[in-house]
């Protein structure tokens, strides 16, 4: 099993649609960040969460420490947001490593 | 203006040749990575530097070599090219080791 979990793997929405993925980790952390990976393979860092919620224009980001969760939420979706979507967890044990995820691949259909 | 630069952005070689790609950042960071993406879109660490000093080395061929030159460089030097070895190379820099990363647009290699 792997340390990082993120569900689905795959998602197709229609625009406008709120769109949710899921992140679940089994290690202690000292910060989860969200990375988008887009079609031409570029990643672009979305948020650096350690507790509770963030928003940047149309992302939310949330975490839950308790329950070891994170979400990242997407509203009114665009076919501009299809990419892949990298949920990784900074070990509490290392201050260097990030532990990645599988990503989760969006695709958002006009 | 763009923060984390790599060249090139495609190289393709041959089995055996040495070949280098070059990482830069001007956000003034202490921090810059070297990852290698797999072919199941993983994102390994290979190494990490700290102002200038090696902080991660993980399980790498020693044909990878990185080097530093200054805290805003990271190079990566791979000897002896190997097919097993074409994949995305990304670089990565964080204003600490705590920070958030921000990447460059990676570098595609292919080992023919």
Redesign the interface.
Known sequence: KNEVEQSPQNLTAQEGEFITINCSYSVGI??L?W?Q?HP??????LF?LSSGKKKHGRLIATINIQEKHSSLHITASHPRDSA?Y?C?V?SGDS????I?G??TKLIIKP | DTAVSQTPKYLVTQMGNDKSIKCEQNLGHD?MYWYK?DS????K?MF?YNNKEL??NETVPNRFSPKSPDKAHLNLHINSLELGDSA?Y?C?SSHT???????G??T?LLVL
Not at chain 1, 40 to 45: D, K, T
Not at chain 2, 40 to 43: A, D, G, I
Not at chain 2, 97 to 103: D, I
Request: proline share 2%; net charge positive; aromatic share 14%.
């Open positions: 000292s910060a960040h990375l990976q031409g393979g570029g990643i672009v860092s650096m892949v990298i990784a900074r201050n260097y490593q990030l990645w599988a990503g | 921090t993406q199941k879109k993983f994102l660490i990490s902080i991660i995305v990304f990565a080791s705590l920070g958030a990363q921000y990447f647009p990676g595609r």
